[in-house]
């Protein structure tokens, strides 16, 4: 069965500062990963997706993440921090032939002046 | 521009009630999605459509049916709303069966079942 983990229910930094949030995945197939950002109050937008092509993957709003087969991860990285990142992340697995997504538990991104 | 929309964006109930949440699409997506949102569980999936007349169970589907009557909407009724069921309900849709394909997600109902 698939699954996702996110370590870290809560990651703090400051602006300017390094994001990493994380996320290692289980799949008996080979699978497509997604990030997702959800702000106050919102839905859940897409940032960007691995789909078996470019193992590094750029998303919106400067965040990107990278797909590393042996250690069944798939980080979401962004060099800087913004005020405008603060938000939740959900890191969600699928695989060929289906549609339903497995979320994480998400990771709340808090971000100080 | 396409997009998807959820009624109501909050509803509050009393236990033993039957509701009915709303999800209109107008991507014209095959696939459409119900999911719940809860407080570390992340968003776990509830029913989802492949097309017109197809409905399956996901993983959380005890309490809840959906039906759909045409590409654009998916209804998700709770049969006997229980305190269990308050929660942030997501719709979304996709369009097709590929595994790769994105979700596009409504903006949430926020349901309390008092």
């Known amino acids: 069965a698939q699954s996702v983990t996110q370590l870290g229910s809560h990651v703090s930094v400051s602006e300017g500062a390094l994001v990493l949030l994380r996320c290692n995945y289980s799949s008996s197939v080979p699978p497509y990963l997604f990030w997702y950002v959800q702000y106050p109050n919102q839905g859940l937008q897409l940032l960007l997706k691995?789909?078996?092509?470019?193992?590094l993957v750029k998303g919106i709003n400067g965040f990107e993440a990278e797909f590393k087969k042996s250690e069944t991860s798939f980080h979401l990285t962004k060099p800087s921090a913004h005020m405008s990142d603060a938000a939740e992340y959900f890191c969600?697995?699928?695989?060929?032939?289906?549609?339903?997504?497995?979320f994480g538990t998400g990771t709340r991104l808090l971000v100080s002046p | 521009d396409a997009e998807i929309t959820q009624s109501p964006r909050h509803k509050i109930t009393e236990t033993g009630r039957q509701v009915t949440l709303a999800c209109h699409q107008t991507?014209?997506?095959?696939?459409m999605f119900w999911y719940r949102q809860d407080l570390g569980h992340g968003l776990r999936l509830i029913h989802y459509?492949?097309?017109?007349?197809?409905?399956n169970k996901g993983e959380v589907s005890d309490g809840y049916s959906v039906s759909r009557s045409n590409t654009e909407d998916l209804p998700l009724t709770l049969e006997s709303a229980a305190s269990s069921q308050t929660s942030v309900y997501f719709c979304?849709?996709?369009?097709?069966?590929?595994?790769?394909?994105?979700?596009?997600f409504g903006p949430g109902t926020r349901l309390l079942v008092l």
């Open positions: 969600a697995v699928t695989f060929t032939g289906f549609q339903k997504l497995v």
């Open positions: 979304a849709s996709s369009e097709s069966k590929t595994g790769g394909e994105t979700q596009y």
């Open positions: 691995y789909t078996s092509a470019a193992t």
């Open positions: 991507w014209n997506h095959n696939n």
């Open positions: 459509s492949y097309g017109v007349q197809d409905t």
